[in-house]
C-alpha cells in the first residue's frame, strides 16, 4: 500500500465492497426472491433456467461501492445516478417486457405505429438518467455545462444499451465491465471501479449458467463505464465514443455479435473462459 494515495484508495475500496456485496446480496435474494422465483427465472441460451437477481443485485452493491469510497474522497454522485438510474430501467424491461419488438429498429418501429413498448420507455429514462449523471459528473469536476454535458449524457446512455446487447451468454458481459473498466478505475474513475468490483462479486454464478445480469445489471454496468468514459474526456472524446457506441449500436441490428466471436479464435477462447 505504500505510495498508494488517497484516490487510489477509493477505487481499491469502491471495488472491493462492490464485488462483496454484489455476491452477498445474489446469494440473499436467491434465498428470498422478492415476489417469488419464478418471477425472476428465465430461459437462456442453452433452454436452462437463469435467474435475473443479479441485476438488482449488482445495481446496489455497485451503489453500495461507490458511496463507500466517497468515504476517502468525493465524488460517488455521478456513480451512484448512473447505476441506479440505468439499473431502474432495464428492471421494468426485465419484469414487464415482452418480446413483440426487439432491437432499436423494432422498439422505434413499434413507436411510429403508436405503440409504446417497455423498451421505447427505457430508451427514454436512460437518455434522462445519462444527461443527469454527465451534468453530476461535469459539476463534479468543475466544468461547465454545455453541449459537451449533452454528448456525455447519451454517451452514458448508449454505453448501458450496449452493454445490454453483449448479455447473450454467460459472463460475457461482466467480462467487458472488467476488462474495459480496470484502465479507467486506475486512471482514478470511481465508477469504473464500482463496476468492475460489481462485475467481479457477480462473475462466478454467472459463469456457471446460475443467474444473469439482464436488463437491470447489464443497463447499469454500461452506464457507470459510460461516466467513467465522461470523466476521462472532453467534448471531442466524448463525440468520438457516441460514434463508436453508434456505429456498433446499428451494426448489431444487422450482425450477431455472437456469430462474430465464436468465429474469431482469441475472442471465442477469451468468451468461453471460466464456464464449466
Not at 439482464?214 to 457507470?224: R, S
Request: hydrophobic share 50%; charged share 15%; no cysteine.
Amino acid at each position: 500500500m505504500a505510495g498508494l494515495g488517497s484516490t487510489g484508495l477509493a477505487e481499491l475500496l469502491t471495488a472491493g465492497i462492490a464485488a462483496t456485496s454484489t455476491a452477498t446480496i445474489t446469494r440473499v435474494l436467491r434465498r428470498h426472491p422478492p415476489g417469488g422465483a419464478p418471477r425472476w427465472t428465465r430461459t437462456n441460451h442453452a433452454g436452462a433456467p437463469v435467474s435475473l437477481l443479479e441485476g438488482p443485485a449488482y445495481a446496489v452493491g455497485t451503489a453500495l461501492g461507490a458511496g463507500a469510497g466517497s468515504v476517502v474522497t468525493a465524488g460517488a454522485v455521478p456513480a451512484v445516478l448512473a447505476t441506479t438510474g440505468a439499473a431502474a430501467a432495464g428492471l421494468l424491461d426485465d419484469l414487464a417486457g415482452d418480446n413483440s419488438s426487439k432491437g432499436l429498429k423494432g422498439h422505434l418501429g413499434a413507436l411510429r405505429q403508436g405503440r409504446i413498448t417497455t423498451g421505447v420507455i427505457k430508451i427514454g429514462a436512460l437518455a434522462v438518467t445519462g444527461l443527469i449523471s454527465a451534468a453530476a459528473a461535469d459539476r463534479h469536476a468543475g466544468r461547465a455545462l454545455g453541449p459537451a454535458s449533452v454528448v456525455g449524457g447519451a454517451v452514458i446512455a448508449g454505453s448501458a444499451n450496449f452493454a445490454n446487447l453483449l448479455d447473450l451468454r454467460p459472463g460475457r458481459a461482466a467480462k467487458v465491465a472488467v476488462l474495459s473498466g480496470i484502465p479507467l478505475a486506475l486512471m482514478g474513475e470511481r465508477a469504473a471501479a464500482a463496476a468492475v468490483g460489481g462485475a467481479l462479486g457477480a462473475l462466478p454464478a454467472d459463469l456457471r449458467g446460475e443467474t444473469m445480469l439482464g436488463d437491470t445489471g447489464a443497463n447499469a454496468a454500461g452506464a457507470l463505464i459510460g461516466v467513467a468514459l465522461v470523466g476521462r474526456t472532453g467534448l471531442a472524446g466524448r463525440a468520438g465514443a457516441l460514434g463508436v457506441l453508434a456505429a456498433l449500436t446499428l451494426l448489431s441490428e444487422r450482425v450477431s455479435f455472437t456469430k462474430v466471436i465464436e468465429s474469431t479464435p482469441v475472442l471465442r477462447e477469451l468468451d468461453a473462459w471460466g464456464r464449466p
